[in-house]
């Protein structure tokens, strides 16, 4: 930690405290048992942690049912979707392994090698023999999920792929923009869900409800391009669809140019509302998660969305750098989103308000947005109402029959009444005693009261007595000092 985040933290102490409550009192809700672990299972989670740090976390508490079928399910994709992204890879090359790549999970042995040598994630491809052993030892049904969405998600990639060779705008319409974060992300929140459902450990009627699905995966990935936008661009890849930035720029480069950062400000706030569409949905979802692994599995990586939305929204630094919250942000996120979903709840309420104050009337989308967080607000509101019912309903009746003056005849009123009476004869007991003492203390020194008291019952004024004072002074005056 260097002396600037020293200096951070000591501002934002808040945050320090959040990070201290997760890393000290933080207890997983389920422990793995690294003694009963395979090699070649503990291999595989040494390439968890090292593909992501953060989301290798979340993971490793799962229950057990899901611990290894997730684990390896994450690793496939990750590992897929590092060929997809190696730009040194040629096209001929690539497609074909992005489409067949469900083929490579359940072949012994098999590995890849032809990473560039800058690629992060080389190493878990060049060790993908190590998933393969341990995906062969799934339960059928939990192979068989694995294997169908690797195979659909391949195929979309490869399809995009082909396109973004020949074409430098990946998506045009919002609808193809759907689509791509469909294939990228929608069918990992099928694949999971199947998976929870599977497993006993989430509510059956998700399975019925694939929008809900979907929705969990499109608000991640979306949130994802915007805060990426930067990054991307560098690497010449666009995922912003040019049906949205078309309407404020005429080429998409512009939209980095300092002079328009104004309408590249709007452009980004139009994608910040498009992923907000995704939000109450993903709060209908985790109200079906019955187990508390899953459902902190589930929670945290959607709270941290709702907030990356938020510092991202209108925030001109997207258009040059790639932006983050910070780790005391995260680690209060997590506290709260492990905790049920009251609190989940109350995290997006949040930062949906801090969105709505940040809005402008000078973006063309404002009043879309402030819609689009009122629906969020209102959402919650149906599920977890501020004010309710029942007690509204009882303190009518309450009134209407008359109860109020019962309420007062509640023997807790009156004993707390009779408190009060006591506390006030007390206070007045001590004034007197101490006034009693400093009248005594003061006639013991000398003190004439009775020459005072006769005074007043004269009427003699402050005036003459200071006439009196002024006299004696004169009598007593020493001139030779």
Request: glycine share 2%.
């Given at each position: 930690m260097g002396a600037g985040d020293i200096l951070y933290y000591l501002i934002h102490h808040q945050e320090l405290r959040s990070i201290i409550q997760w890393k000290v009192w933080h207890n997983a809700v389920h422990e793995r048992d690294e003694a009963k672990e395979a090699p070649s299972l503990k291999a595989c989670f040494e390439l968890l942690e090292k593909t992501s740090r953060s989301f290798s976390a979340v993971i490793l508490e799962l229950h057990h049912e899901l611990l290894v079928p997730v684990s390896i399910f994450y690793l496939c994709l990750r590992g897929m979707d590092t060929i997809e992204d190696d730009m040194t890879l040629p096209l001929d090359r690539k497609i074909p392994l992005l489409r067949n790549f469900y083929t490579f999970v359940t072949k012994e042995g098999w590995s890849f090698d032809e990473s560039g040598p800058d690629e992060k994630d080389r190493l878990l491809l060049v060790n993908f023999h190590l998933v393969v052993e341990e995906f062969k030892k799934l339960k059928p049904e939990y192979q068989d999920?694995?294997?169908?969405?690797?195979?659909?998600?391949g195929n979309g990639m490869a399809d995009y792929a082909s396109s973004a060779e020949h074409n430098a705008n990946?998506?045009?319409?919002?609808?193809?923009?759907?689509?791509?974060?469909?294939?990228?992300?929608?069918?990992?929140?099928n694949g999971l869900t199947r998976l929870f459902v599977q497993s006993g450990l989430a509510n059956p009627a998700l399975l019925d409800r694939p929008h809900l699905q979907e929705s969990m995966g499109l608000f991640l990935q979306k949130t994802n391009i915007i805060r990426d936008v930067r990054e991307d661009f560098d690497e010449k890849r666009r995922f912003w669809p040019k049906e949205i930035w078309s309407k404020y720029v005429t080429n998409f480069e512009d939209l980095f140019e300092p002079g328009n950062i104004d309408?590249?400000?709007?452009?980004?706030?139009n994608m910040v509302l498009n992923s907000l569409s995704h939000a109450d949905e993903c709060i209908f979802y985790l109200a079906g998660l019955k187990e508390q692994s899953v459902f902190n599995f589930a929670a945290i990586p959607q709270s941290?969305?709702?907030?990356?939305?938020?510092?991202?929204?209108?925030?001109?630094?997207?258009?040059?750098?790639?932006?983050?919250?910070?780790?005391?942000?995260?680690?209060?996120?997590?506290?709260?989103?492990?905790?049920?979903?009251?609190?989940?709840?109350?995290?997006?309420?949040?930062?949906?308000?801090?969105?709505?104050?940040?809005?402008?009337?000078?973006?063309?989308?404002?009043?879309?947005?402030?819609?689009?967080?009122?629906?969020i607000e209102q959402f919650i509101e149906s599920i977890f109402p501020s004010q309710d019912p029942k007690v509204l309903t009882q303190q009518q009746q309450q009134i209407s029959a008359g109860e109020t003056r019962q309420i007062e005849k509640d023997p807790r009123a009156e004993e707390a009444r009779k408190d009060t009476i006591l506390m006030l004869v007390a206070v007045m007991a001590m004034l007197l005693t101490l006034s009693c003492i400093m009248i005594g203390v003061a006639y013991l020194c000398g003190a004439r009261f009775d020459i005072a008291i006769s005074d007043l019952t004269r009427g003699k004024t402050s005036h003459e007595a200071e006439e009196a004072v002024q006299s004696v002074n004169q009598k007593y005056e020493h001139k030779e000092l």
């Open positions: 999920i694995i294997a169908d969405i690797t195979r659909t998600m990946i998506v045009n319409t919002v609808k193809e923009y759907d689509l791509y974060c469909h294939y990228v992300a929608g069918l990992v929140g309408v590249a400000l709007n452009c980004s706030s941290m969305a709702m907030a990356t939305l938020e510092l991202v929204f209108r925030n001109p630094a997207v258009f040059r750098k790639n932006v983050k919250i910070s780790k005391g942000q995260a680690c209060q996120i997590m506290v709260e989103s492990t905790q049920n979903l009251r609190m989940v709840c109350a995290v997006f309420r949040r930062f949906a308000r801090k969105i709505h104050k940040k809005n402008t009337p000078k973006d063309p989308n404002f009043l879309k947005i402030s819609i689009a967080c009122a629906k």
